[in-house]
């Protein structure tokens, strides 16, 4: 299955509330047209061609009427053989008032987007199109559009340097997916005949090592431990020094995400970067932040907490599946504008894949592609 099969089956499939709340929203018509027309597309018109005002508060839509509107441009409107057999002609409509786009604002919070984007996104839709009726289908594509548009200047792989090795450090929350999305990378590098070395830097979790070590055997990529306890910066040190001597071409660092006590964190993960600069003062180059699509608008504060710890240089979110959060994502492009690199659909090695925005936007809202 392709990755965006995978993304659209899986992200949000428990609980895919945008899409079902877009239908909901034009279909919960405040003033519902004449039930009669909805069944009968062929019958003769009971519309007016524009749309009707009820004591100075816009009209709700009529159900389209087989009769196209002077205004109307969409094929829906436009009811031939290809609109019937479509069903299109028949699509509710509902007027675009300021009650409709209050009810989109929510709908965009509950969905995640934060108040400022869900405002920003549902001006943008509604510019050129208030006062008209439109389809479900058409504000769908509308706000994929707008999704794809915020998205496309953050979309970027992982970049690759010349540097050998380069070093990428991972940070990130507990159980955010750090251990998965290394064991993830390093395979999919390994795949494209790059050597890899892990190093196993949340030395205070057994646990955390013992994992490390399954996804790298699982990638076919040595992961170098220290005893529980010791100095993560003695570990990476040791591991950059393997890595400069064997050439490999990829060190990827995980570190420890006990937020609790943020200056011990903060200080473990400047002292991590000192001490591999005195190897490579060019290292690490990139920082990479972890973050959990399930966490909603958590995620928002631990890009700035981490941002105030490390210099992070690109996002990767894991579990998009099963999760109606991921619109959180389109807040941190529009909040950040850091670089996404990847998302994590799923606990399989091959569940991690580029960001590609078009389909993040087909699977958030429903359009499909
Ligand atoms: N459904 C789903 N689960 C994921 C994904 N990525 C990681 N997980 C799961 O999330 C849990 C935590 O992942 P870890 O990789 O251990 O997270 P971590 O950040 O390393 O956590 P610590 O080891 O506690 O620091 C594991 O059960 C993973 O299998 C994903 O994209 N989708």
Redo the contacts with the bound molecule.
């Keep these: 299955m392709s990755f965006f099969g995978k993304l659209k089956e899986r992200m949000f499939r428990s609980s895919s509330k945008l899409d079902e709340g877009l239908d909901a929203l034009v279909a919960s018509d405040p003033a519902p047209a004449d039930e009669g027309a909805d069944e009968s597309p062929a019958a003769p018109p009971k519309t007016p061609d524009t749309p009707v005002e009820t004591g100075g508060t816009p009209a709700i839509a009529p159900i389209p009427s087989p009769v196209p509107a002077p205004d109307a441009r969409t094929d829906a409107a436009r009811p031939g053989l290809l609109s019937r057999l479509t069903g299109r002609a028949d699509a509710p409509r509902r007027v675009l008032d300021d009650n409709f786009i209050e009810e989109l604002e929510d709908l965009l919070v509950q969905a995640d987007l934060g108040v400022e984007t869900a405002l920003k996104v549902t001006a943008n839709i509604a510019a050129g199109r208030f006062g008209r009726r439109v389809t479900t289908q058409e504000i769908k594509q509308a706000l994929a559009d707008e999704v794809a548009r915020i998205m496309e200047p953050v979309a970027k792989p992982l970049p690759l340097y010349p540097n050998k090795p380069q070093v990428v450090l991972v940070v990130?929350?507990?159980?955010?997916?750090?251990?998965?999305?290394?064991?993830?990378l390093a395979s999919q590098f390994r795949a494209a005949g790059k050597s890899v070395i892990i190093a196993a830097g949340?030395t205070f979790?057994a646990?955390?090592v013992e994992?490390?070590q399954v996804w790298g055997d699982r990638a076919g990529v040595p992961v170098m431990t220290a005893p529980e306890g010791s100095d993560p910066a003695s570990l990476a040190f040791d591991a950059l020094t393997r890595a400069q001597a064997e050439g490999a071409d990829l060190l990827m660092i995980?570190t420890?995400?006990r937020l609790q006590n943020r200056a011990d964190l903060m200080e473990e993960l400047a002292k991590i970067v000192r001490v591999i600069r005195k190897k490579d003062p060019s290292a690490p180059h990139n920082t990479l932040l972890?973050l959990?699509?399930t966490t909603g608008q958590n995620a928002v504060t631990q890009v700035e907490v981490f941002r105030q710890m490390a210099d992070v240089s690109g996002l990767i979110m894991?579990?998009?599946?099963?999760t109606a959060r991921g619109g959180v994502l389109v807040a941190l492009a529009d909040r950040f504008g850091l670089p996404i690199h990847a998302?994590?659909?799923?606990?399989q090695i091959d569940?991690?894949d580029a960001f590609d925005p078009q389909d993040f936007a087909a699977a958030l809202t429903g359009t499909g592609r």
Excluded at 172 to 184: L, Q, Y
Excluded at 318 to 322: A, F, H, Q, R, V
């Design positions: 990130g929350v507990n159980g955010a997916g750090k251990t998965t999305t290394i064991g993830k949340d979790r646990a955390a994992q490390l995980d420890a995400g972890v959990d699509a894991t579990k998009l599946d099963g998302i994590g659909v799923g606990e569940d991690l």
